[in-house]
């Protein structure tokens, strides 16, 4: 095979093999064997910086500072006042929270606290903190609770019977309406039959006593125990009147239900 005929790729594979076996004699003949630390050299090794002297303490210990601690610069009254994670005094907190509700079972413990009139929590035994408050402890009539004023001790809020609002002036009104009894239809008047007269207690006539001369006073008419004028009774007459009107009513009525008409249309 002549050697213009040769590609490049097969010169290409040959060098490579080549230099790696040039690399493998080599390595069987120690190449590398023997690399070796230098020996350590004084003049090389640089000099470590010195550190400066250490500065007298300037803060001192905290005795220094009592006065500032008693007397707080950020204070308007310059005393010192507890401090709250919460960002509230934490007095209001403690003066407005009540204990309004304590549920007690075998599993299950829970209280509800009131922390103002538009706001109530539930908090139960052993769960998680609701509006920063936990419950710790819960006896029937007591619970101890822990929140943004620190652990506390509450009593359960009776209600003693006093406050509240009253009723409102239309509830009031509603109720006199409902009392009001309904006006009846002259045509429920008509049909419905008429009631026996009931007895009217006669009053007792006063004793007319003669006075001197042979002159009767004058009779004075009845007055209730209300002060005003008792108002004249119906005579049988007019009750008898208005019994015959109500029989001549409903005959009327019955006539023109029989003859188809209308009843109220009269001819």
């Not at 239809?185 to 009931?198: E, G, V």
């Amino acid at each position: 095979m002549r050697l213009d005929m040769i590609g490049l790729r097969t010169w290409l594979l040959a060098t490579v093999v080549g230099w790696a076996l040039l690399v493998c004699v080599l390595a069987v003949a120690g190449l590398g064997k023997r690399v070796e630390l230098l020996p350590d050299d004084p003049a090389l090794v640089q000099r470590l910086p010195t550190l400066p002297a250490p500065a007298p303490e300037r803060l001192g210990p905290f005795e220094k500072y009592s006065e500032i601690a008693a007397h707080p610069a950020f204070a308007e009254d310059r005393l010192p006042h507890p401090f709250f994670l919460s960002g509230n005094d934490g007095g209001t907190a403690a003066s407005t929270v009540r204990l309004t509700g304590v549920l007690l079972t075998d599993n299950f413990k829970m209280a509800t606290l009131t922390l103002d009139p538009q706001d109530s929590v539930r908090v139960q035994l052993g769960g998680e903190a609701v509006k920063g408050w936990r419950l710790l402890a819960l006896q029937p009539r007591s619970a101890t609770v822990e929140g943004p004023s620190g652990t506390q001790t509450l009593e359960l809020h009776v209600f003693n019977g006093q406050g509240g609002q009253p009723p409102t002036a239309n509830a009031a009104a509603r109720g006199a309406a409902t009392a009001t009894p309904p006006v009846p239809s002259p045509d429920a008047a008509a049909l419905a039959p008429p009631q026996p007269p009931q007895p009217q207690p006669q009053p007792v006539a006063p004793v007319q006593q003669q006075q001197p001369g042979g002159q009767t006073p004058p009779t004075v008419p009845p007055q209730r125990s209300d002060g005003a004028q008792e108002a004249p009774r119906p005579s049988d007459d007019q009750m008898r009147a208005i019994r015959e009107r109500i029989e001549a009513r409903r005959r009327q009525l019955q006539q023109q239900r029989q003859s188809g008409s209308t009843p109220g249309q009269t001819q």
